[in-house]
């Protein structure tokens, strides 16, 4: 059974800090992109972070809300994706998700082309 575990989350203060941890059973993350998403109370899902598999570098990509202050990253060995959250905001607030996508293809942010998905952890951005 392939299944995606997000863990992480929690509350923290604005200007602080929090690392999410995706993890793999079931299947090895090594060939997979594995993108980040969030969606907060009464809004669109959103595209936080990517980053690719070894086949395309491991490149990595942000939106523009969290260049600068979040940091995608795999440990392959571990099956584990983080996603280190600095300098948080109140509007960083959301649920946030990690996905699963095999193609590789773009754009990262398409939620749709993502095979397998987390439950989601909380986080909170208190003022």
């Known amino acids: 059974q392939l299944q995606l575990v997000e863990s992480g989350g929690g509350l923290v203060q604005s200007g602080g800090s929090l690392r999410l941890s995706c993890a793999a059973s079931?299947?090895?993350?090594?060939?997979?992109?594995i993108g980040w998403f969030r969606q907060a109370p009464g809004k669109e899902r959103e595209g936080v972070a990517c980053?690719?598999?070894?086949?395309?570098?491991?490149?990595?990509y942000y939106a523009d809300s969290v260049k600068g202050r979040f940091t995608v990253s795999r440990d392959d060995a571990k099956n584990t994706v983080y996603l280190q959250m600095n300098s948080l905001k109140p509007e960083d607030t959301a649920i946030y998700y990690c996905?699963?996508?095999?193609?590789?293809?773009?754009?990262?942010?398409?939620?749709?082309?993502?095979?397998?998905w987390g439950q989601g952890t909380q986080v909170t951005v208190s003022s």
């Open positions: 079931g299947f090895s993350l090594a060939y997979y992109a």
């Open positions: 996905a699963a996508d095999t193609q590789e293809s773009p754009p990262w942010w398409y939620g749709a082309k993502y095979e397998n």
């Open positions: 980053i690719m598999s070894v086949r395309e570098d491991e490149r990595t």
